[in-house]
């Protein structure tokens, strides 16, 4: 075997190696958050719709740990997004899943985000919603609007939010 056949060899079990490390890590996380399931619905029929945005959804994070993605089903991984804020709650359109309603009533604060999991946007250029995914468990969601600053998107929600019961990270992550 030359040289140039063994460094082709190198790299090619390096690479599956590291392929195999990030599937291995990722059916561990799968595994970590199967508990955890995403409330899919539709919009209540007497919901009063408020505002719609489009834009995209980054991810969902463990409540103020925005480097720490869940693989929950229906929000593990970024999609095209329509936000559609109603009296009633959040519904989550997000390209190839069914859609996500969030009850006004799991709802926990609303604000703005720079980063996110692998997104560093302008300083507060992301909505992070802060919302019970079950009864002890908030998780934060990250949504970039495209035709609207993530402030409208923040504002649009703010109004529907139950009194605080969980209070904000502080954070600008």
Known sequence: MTNEELDLLLVVVLAV???GLMVWGWRRR???DARLIAPSGDIPAAAQLLATFTGLYVATTTHG?????LAVRGLAFRAKATVLVTDAGVALDLAGTDRIFLPAS?????????????RVVEREG????????DDETVVDSYLRPQEASARA????????LPAATVP???TDA
């Open 17 to 19: 190696l590291l392929i």
């Open 30 to 32: 799968v595994k970590r």
């Open 65 to 69: 740990t925005a480097l720490n993605r």
């Open 106 to 118: 799991r709802l926990v604060s609303v604000d703005q985000a720079t980063v996110a999991i692998d």
């Open 126 to 133: 992301l909505t992070r919603l802060s919302w019970r995914i």
């Open 153 to 160: 998107l923040a504002d649009a929600i703010s109004p529907i």
């Open 168 to 170: 904000p990270t502080g």
